[in-house]
């Protein structure tokens, strides 16, 4: 059963859809209220699943209400009851549940309500995992989900790239709708946030994006991440022991590939270049700590890895000569400068500098 609330400063609106949630045999009224200040005292000490709210009001209108509502109880489904289309974008805007056209009609409200009842009970699925590095992807469990749209996939990349921090509305509109304006940009937004949820709603996962002052920011507890995952540790981590190298390498292995490889918006590729200079520094402090402890195999190997992401990389190319020539394996060492130094010539036309070349003398 949904336990509601209406909020209505008509007294015959309220009274109908009263009787049309009690009709329904889904919904316990908790209470009804004509003015918004009574139904914020009302949720100061009581839980509901869903608030009715007419929009139109006085002294408090339906926007404000909502915006306090959600502040206060994030999780309570709020949907607006409105003569007037025009109050949809806003709705939506503000993260509600959905919004009802008068008069109500029961049909139309049972969809609602059987929204409300699966967003209160969704079904029990794997668990959400969101791959970055490499071709972007979304599993539930073992499913992949489809999204209706590529913009659908990129405002959720978008929003986990934000690690759970705040980003204003202004800055996702000029970074994904930058070729519309105005009502436009904000429509195409909600419409894709709206697709967002529900194309995860299919497989019973409910994510939480929440509204605070004309910024949005994703819940990512209980996301499986590879690039929430691998920056936790790369903007942290302290120095390679034996206690904690295990812990480098599982971390270094998430960098399967470029982040959101394929993708060529502007916002990923200053983003991308940032990850990949990361990944190269963990395997350079992963190679150091194994040469130290004079394990000269792992350190090679660790080194290579990154040949393999940036085969020109001054820093990996050097200190793998260095290793090879630590462990008398000259003549390998000699071919990996090579290979370098050929590569150096083909695509920047310049030799490797002094130090380098000092290594081999």
């Known amino acids: 059963m949904i336990k509601a609330i209406i909020v209505d400063d008509e007294f015959p609106s309220l009274h109908k859809l009263e009787n049309l949630l009690i009709s329904s045999e889904l919904v316990e009224v908790c ?26 009001m006085p002294d408090m209108d339906g926007i ?3 915006t306090r509502i ?8 709020v949907i607006f009851v409105t003569a007037y289309n025009q109050y949809a974008v806003e709705a939506f805007r503000l993260n509600a549940l959905d919004y009802l056209m008068k008069p109500v009609s029961m049909d139309i409200l049972k969809e ?59 800055k996702i509109l000029d970074n994904l709708w930058a070729d519309f304006e105005g009502d436009r940009a904000i429509t195409h937004f909600n419409t894709t946030l709206h697709y967002v949820k529900k194309a995860l709603l299919q497989y019973g996962i409910q994510i939480s ?9 994703l819940d990512t507890e209980g996301i499986n ?8 540790f790369a903007e942290k981590h302290e120095a390679a022991t034996w206690q904690n190298i295990s812990r480098f390498e599982e971390i270094v292995k998430l960098y399967t590939g470029e982040y959101l490889l ?28 194994y ?71």
Not at 35 to 54: I, K
Not at 268 to 281: N, P
Not at 292 to 303: E, F, I, M, P, V
């Open 291 to 361: 040469r130290d402890a004079g394990n000269y195999q792992n350190c090679t190997k660790w080194l290579k890895v990154g040949l393999l992401h940036e085969p020109l990389h001054r820093e990996l190319n050097y200190r793998l000569v260095e290793a090879l020539l630590l462990t008398n394996e000259r003549a390998l060492a000699v071919k990996y400068y090579e290979i370098y130094r050929n590569g150096l010539m083909k695509t920047l036309r310049v030799e490797p500098d002094a130090a380098f070349v000092k290594l081999l003398k």
């Open 112 to 170: 609602t309500l059987y929204r409300i009842m699966d967003r209160k009970n969704p079904t029990p699925v794997g668990e959400l995992s969101v791959r970055c590095f490499g071709r972007f992807g979304v599993n539930s469990g073992s499913e992949e989900v489809r999204f209706r749209t590529e913009k659908a996939e990129e405002l959720l990349s978008y929003l986990i790239d934000s690690k759970s921090g705040l980003v204003s509305r202004s």
């Open 70 to 77: 959600l502040d206060q109880r994030g999780h309570t489904g």
């Open 209 to 217: 994006i929440l509204y605070d002052r004309g910024s949005y920011r």
């Open 31 to 56: 209470g009804a209220f004509l003015r918004s200040v009574d139904a914020l005292t009302f949720l100061e000490n009581n839980s509901v699943d869903a608030v009715f709210l007419d929009i139109d």
């Open 262 to 289: 394929g993708w060529e918006y502007d916002w990923v590729a200053g983003k991308r270049l940032l990850l990949e200079e990361q990944f190269i520094h963990l395997l350079l402090e992963i190679a150091e700590y």
């Open 225 to 232: 991440s590879d690039y929430i995952e691998f920056c936790s």
């Open 64 to 66: 404000e209400l909502a």
